[in-house]
């Protein structure tokens, strides 16, 4: 093993507390859910079979919970990549220039407040909360923990998010 | 298109302890992971490309983070009925999961109270390898269900 670099630079402590830039989504479509649903084998009708949904209490199709994830990598209906704004790629970016090649997901929690509709635009924003370095069974690396909180076009509050990604 | 009985779950039906319908994936082919990346967008090669993900170390192709998630709140949302609220979602990321596993998403109830006018009941969920018996995620849900009985407002 080579010499362990410090790799908490004072770069990377500075980006602690730092806001990401608002991303927005295309309107979400009918045909992202059931794509969505068809490569999760989710045959759950109340994302899937508008008469079935119409019976509920939401009167049509939602978007499974975790679908949100989804809507803020594609431009939906295209294989056109939505800019992530500043968050995780920024990281990225910087963990390059550092003795580190790896990102792992460690940690992702979610509190939905409601749900994603056929139509709705979806905005995203959020900051770096901590960045810290810890040695583990992979290596010495960071963990990195970002905090989102979700939007429709109505300024409705869809959900928040906690992500934590280790870079080593 | 045929689709599953999806059933209303009532927060009287909910007793401490009772495990969730686990929810089975039987076999998690590299199809269905170019189906899901293709879904989201999220293109990282260790998902897909062997070679790739070997030379990185790995045993194989790993699952991604979000399918997984999804995994975990398809268990609840196909338990609770288009009533229920899934209100929060955690995992765990504690171990890897290969591409071409056999895997089961299971839960077990671990709490229920009514507080702020609504029912609550709180779960332990995870995904676990059922080749290898390992835990790849730990987690809880935190969800919402209607009453059979009305309650005073």
């Given amino acids: 093993m080579e010499e362990k670099a410090e790799l908490l630079t004072e770069e990377v402590t500075q980006l602690i507390g730092t806001e990401t830039k608002g991303v927005t989504t295309l309107p979400i479509q009918v045909t992202d859910i059931v794509r969505y649903c068809e490569a999760t084998g989710n045959d759950n009708p109340l994302y899937t079979d508008s008469e079935y949904a119409a019976g509920t209490p939401y009167k049509g199709i939602i978007a499974p919970p975790t679908f949100y994830q989804a809507a803020f990598c594609l431009v939906p209906g295209t294989f056109k990549p939505v800019p992530r704004g500043a968050n995780i790629e920024d990281i990225a970016q910087l963990a390059e220039k550092l003795p580190v090649k790896h990102a792992l997901d460690t940690k992702q929690e979610t509190r939905f407040m409601c749900p994603v509709l056929p139509g709705d635009t979806l905005t995203r924003r959020g900051k770096i909360t901590a960045i810290t370095e810890k040695q583990t069974k992979v290596g010495r690396g960071l963990f990195c923990t970002i905090e989102n909180a979700i939007t429709n076009q109505k300024g409705e509050l869809v959900c928040t998010e906690v992500q934590e990604y280790f870079f080593y | ?153």
Avoid at chain 2, 138 to 151: D, F, H, M, N, Q
Wanted: charged share 20%.
């Fill in chain 2, 1 to 153: 298109m045929g689709h599953k009985d999806v059933k209303q779950l009532y927060f009287e039906d909910i007793a401490v302890g009772q495990p969730i319908p686990p929810l089975k994936v039987d076999e998690l082919s590299p199809t269905t992971v170019v189906k899901f990346q293709a879904a989201t967008g999220e293109f990282a090669a260790p998902h897909h490309d062997y070679e790739f993900a070997r030379s990185l170390g790995l045993p194989g192709t790993i699952l991604p983070g979000p399918l997984m998630f999804a995994y975990q709140a398809q268990l609840v949302t196909d338990w609770i009925g288009p009533g229920g609220w899934l209100s929060e979602l955690h995992a765990g990321f504690k171990g890897i999961g290969l591409v071409g596993h056999e895997f089961c998403v299971e839960g077990t109830v671990v709490n229920k109270y009514f507080t702020d006018g609504e029912n609550w009941v709180e779960c332990d969920v995870g995904f676990r390898d059922v080749e290898t018996d390992a835990k790849v995620t730990t987690g809880k849900a935190v969800i919402r269900l209607p009453s059979k009985e009305a309650r005073p407002a």
